[in-house]
């Protein structure tokens, strides 16, 4: 059972940036892809970005493209995602989510375990 811890989230004005962290308990973490997912009040879990296990293949959702980050350190089992520009409509919980499975995907469905989430705001 891997277990995941984010860390992060926080309140700032749009245009800011701010750098999630997602611990994972698991020794065998290098062998598994993450991914970060987002959801808004009211509305569905939304895809953010993904990794593969080796950090050589990376898939991003267009409305963060060019923006976020997402990058793994294995000798320190975390996962990391960088946000930069951020806006309004990037307010959210935001979920690190690990697959049992070292090719990233974009499906939430195909993702094992959750953590508990970070809320992320950003005021304009």
């Known amino acids: 059972q891997v277990q995941l811890v984010e860390s992060g989230g926080g309140l700032v004005q749009a245009g800011a940036s701010l750098r999630l962290a997602c611990a994972a308990s698991?020794?065998?973490?290098?062998?598994?892809?993450m991914a970060w997912f987002r959801q808004a009040p009211g509305e569905e879990r939304e895809f953010v970005a993904a990794?593969?296990?080796?950090?050589?293949?990376?898939y991003y959702a267009d409305s963060v493209k060019g923006r976020f980050t997402i990058s793994r350190d294995n000798a320190k089992n975390t996962v990391h995602l960088q946000m930069n520009s951020l806006r309004p409509g990037d307010t959210a919980v935001y979920y690190c989510?690990?697959?049992?499975?070292?090719?990233?995907?974009?499906?939430?469905?195909?993702?094992?375990?959750w953590g508990q989430g970070t809320q992320v705001t950003v005021s304009s």
């Open positions: 698991e020794r065998t973490f290098g062998a598994y892809a």
């Open positions: 989510a690990a697959r049992d499975s070292p090719v990233a995907t974009m499906g939430g469905g195909a993702y094992d375990y």
């Open positions: 990794i593969s296990w080796r950090g050589t293949v990376t």
